[in-house]
């Protein structure tokens, strides 16, 4: 009778991200200029945008040089608001 001998398996190791996910955010495609969602990462103590276009794929940037600094003044961040009057007329709206 033969002995079957079962092959070792190694197990798999679990491997940390080099970086953390800070916030989500929106922005555009560089190549089509469409409205896509963009992760805000902390790596190496500076701030990059990595964003995910369905048609020209995955874009990096670095967007701050100071981890430290950009997470302390965050607090500061609030959204964008329509005021409530102009103070011009507008007659057009320029479009890209």
């Known amino acids: 009778m033969t002995e079957v001998i ?3 398996t ?3 190791v679990k491997q940390d991200a080099d970086y953390v996910f800070y916030e989500l955010t929106r922005s555009i495609c560089p190549e089509c200029r ?3 969602d963009a992760h805000i990462l902390l ?3 500076k701030v990059y945008m990595r964003k995910r276009c369905p048609r020209h794929g995955q874009f990096e940037g670095l ?3 100071d981890a430290e ?3 302390a003044h ?3 961040n609030k959204p964008g608001t329509i005021p409530l009057k102009f103070s011009t007329e507008i007659d057009r709206w ?3």
Request: aromatic content about 12%; hydrophobic content about 35%; cysteine-free.
């Open 6 to 8: 079962e092959p070792k």
């Open 10 to 12: 190694v197990p798999a």
């Open 34 to 36: 469409r409205v896509i």
């Open 43 to 45: 790596r190496d103590n």
């Open 63 to 65: 967007v701050y040089g």
């Open 69 to 71: 600094a950009y997470t």
């Open 74 to 76: 965050s607090k500061f």
């Open 94 to 96: 320029l479009s890209t």
